[in-house]
């Protein structure tokens, strides 16, 4: 089966900037299934290039370098920058089992934290408990 989770919103912990999180994945009972995770930083900056990400919970931690571009474009806000890269569905498995999450992406000069929203810790908890818990 194939399945889609709507972004997920994420908000900068230092300044005015929102991450937002889509996966995509197939599950099939498999150890090689993956999800993809596409995801857009709006804010005042621009990012053209992320060297990592580093998505972790309280006893979960995993890391990416594998990280594309897909665009930037002006916004209201300022800037949107896209990217995809590809997640073990395993560790992300365990990720929506925890409630908070740590997206923290890093370049040459910076890296930045993103924490879920009130109204997201909600949505993954019912992603856990109606789509996860069932794998």
Do not use: C
């Not at 890391?63 to 896209?82: C, D, H, P, Q, W």
Request: glycine share 2%; net charge positive.
């Amino acid at each position: 089966m194939q399945y889609f989770i709507k972004p997920i919103l994420l908000k900068n912990i230092e300044k005015e900037e929102y991450l937002m999180a889509d996966f995509t994945f197939r599950h099939q009972n498999e150890a090689t299934d993956s999800v993809t995770v596409n995801f857009s930083i709006e804010g005042d900056d621009l990012h053209k290039k992320i060297d990592s990400l580093v998505i972790s919970s309280s006893s979960v931690a995993f890391a990416t370098k594998r990280i594309e571009l897909l665009f930037n474009e002006k916004s209201k806000r300022g800037y949107v920058s896209r990217y995809t890269t590809k997640v073990s569905l395993n560790d992300m498995r365990h990720l929506f089992g925890q409630g908070t999450w740590d997206y923290t992406i890093y370049n040459e000069t910076l890296s930045n934290s993103f924490l879920p929203t009130p109204k997201s810790k909600k949505a993954i908890s019912a992603i856990n408990n109606n789509l996860f818990i069932l794998m």
